[in-house]
């Protein structure tokens, strides 16, 4: 079973807890990992950041939103309670706990209020509400909203890149390797060698201080729907072979054929295959052509500050 999205698990942690006196988080999460038959490797998968487990991460987000409504509240370090207004919502027998139903709670309303712009929806509650919002905690809403605009960053990056001049691609290609840590800490680790229509190689990085031993590179910028061929792989392995090389780095803008990606896997030598969407993705992740326009900081509450209260 997949794991339950945190809206979906409100009202089995509110059932989970019916019973008067203090609960532990992590008795109750066994609790509803067993109710929804979470395999080990479901329970101990990780969100993207790698910080925490998914299923622990939905279980804190449906706590946290019960509270807000006023039918949990905490008690200590890693303990909860139902309340009054919990028991009540239980006692009318509700098929499913979620945003939309914690909106009939003023401390819930306000709670939403204060997470929203000034750009919502007209109606009662002046609260936006979405199919996202039904499903995604914040955290992942925040990670879906930052891959939206990675993917049109990408979008953008590989634009430029394929209007830009051949030896503008060249140097950026070698700038992304000097980027990613290869050729050490040296400024003259990578050279661009090539030139404009050659066959040969476009680029050198050195991986040590003398060069003893280095990473060759083939830049070809193409349109996304000219795929490299085999014969432009086996062209590359050839100008390897004469630098006696054994190491090569072929990059497009483009995408490689599956032959092309065949021939390259088979070879003695190792030839790295880099395609337009894996080096937009590897330009973002090492700041080579963007620049950070923001920052975010996620807070969240320092239970060591309170534990003597």
């Given at each position: 079973?997949?794991?339950p ?47 925490q ?8 987000w ?9 039918l ?118 990578g050279?661009?060698?090539g ?73 003695p ?41």
């Amino acid at each position: 079973m997949s794991i339950p999205d945190y809206q979906t698990l409100m009202l089995p942690l509110l059932k989970a807890v019916a019973d008067d006196g203090e609960h532990r988080v992590a008795d109750v999460m066994e609790h509803l990992a067993q109710e929804f038959q979470l395999t080990q490797e479901k329970r101990l998968q990780l969100l993207p950041s790698g910080m925490q487990a998914t299923f622990a991460n939905r279980i804190g987000w449906a706590k946290s939103y019960l509270v807000q409504a006023g039918l949990l509240e905490s008690t200590k370090r890693g303990y909860f309670k139902i309340t009054p207004r919990g028991h009540q919502v239980l006692s009318n027998n509700p098929l499913r706990v979620d945003n939309d139903y914690l909106l009939q709670f003023d401390d819930f309303v306000s709670f939403r209020n204060r997470g929203k712009t000034s750009e919502v929806v007209s109606g009662s509650t002046g609260v936006e509400t979405s199919e996202q919002d039904k499903t995604q905690t914040p955290d992942e809403l925040i990670r879906t909203t930052v891959k939206q605009i990675d993917a049109a960053l990408a979008k953008d990056i590989l634009d430029r890149t394929i209007s830009a001049s051949p030896a503008f691609f060249e140097g950026l290609v070698v700038k992304l390797l000097l980027a990613m840590g290869y050729g050490g800490s040296r400024a003259d680790a990578g050279q661009i060698v090539g030139r404009p229509g050659d066959h040969g190689i476009d680029g050198i990085i050195d991986q040590d201080s003398l060069g003893l031993d280095r990473v060759y590179i083939q830049a070809k910028r193409y349109d996304r729907n000219n795929q490299v061929s085999e014969p432009e792989i086996r062209a590359f392995s050839g100008s390897l072979g004469v630098a006696k090389a054994n190491k090569g780095v072929f990059v497009t803008t483009s995408t490689f054929s599956q032959p092309a990606r065949d021939f390259a896997e088979r070879h003695p030598c190792k030839i790295v295959l880099i395609d337009g969407e894996k080096l937009t993705t590897l330009m973002i992740r090492f700041n080579v052509g963007t620049r950070i326009e923001d920052t975010l900081y996620i807070k969240r509450i320092d239970e060591d500050f309170f534990i003597n209260e």
